[in-house]
């Protein structure tokens, strides 16, 4: 699925894996993954490493979810912590506090700010934010449904981070990972 052309940058877009209900909307932000959330996290990382999508660079709300998505992505790409390990990656990961409850302009400001030496980035954030990110970038290959809970949605961008725009990265896989 990796992509020759060395101007070509990929884009996969991540909704978080299942949480834990929340009381209110108070404690929103620190709503832990559920088991299944956890298990569904790392199935993504190995379907990531399977697919040769191993990113340079994470972007990830600060919300506890998203950073636990984060860890079991990791996880499941190269069976050690986030940090990297003698086999693994090591990309730069960015926490972002405007990723949480952000529209998705706000998140394609941020994928405008990776670096452009990088070839695949990975933002994990929430609905509606990134479902209506993918859109944003493929109009015709988003769909309607939106991404559900550990979803990853593939986007090759044939310009830099900077110049990603509008219906500027077609969708090119979608895959939900359930572990």
Do not use: F
Request: negative net charge.
């Amino acid at each position: 699925m990796t992509d020759a052309d060395p101007d070509t940058r990929t884009l996969v877009l991540l909704r978080h894996a299942k949480a834990e209900q929340g009381n209110d909307a108070a404690d929103d932000a620190e709503r832990p993954l559920s088991a299944r959330g956890n298990a569904d996290a790392a199935t993504a990382g190995a379907w990531l490493a399977h697919h040769g999508l191993l990113p340079d660079v994470v972007i990830c709300s600060t919300a506890r979810r998203t950073r636990q998505t984060w860890h079991g992505v990791a996880m499941g790409m190269t069976g050690s912590p986030p940090e990297g390990g003698p086999t693994g990656p090591r990309p730069t990961v960015r926490y972002e506090p405007g990723a949480y409850d952000a529209h998705p302009e706000e998140l394609l400001s941020l994928v405008r700010t990776v670096d452009p030496a990088a070839r695949t980035a990975l933002l994990i954030a929430h609905n509606p934010g990134i479902s209506l990110l993918s859109a944003l970038l493929d109009p015709e290959g988003a769909g309607e449904e939106g991404l559900r809970t550990a979803e990853l949605a593939v986007h090759r961008c044939p310009l830099g981070w900077a110049e990603v725009s509008r219906a500027g990265a077609p969708l090119t896989a979608r895959h939900i990972a359930r572990g």
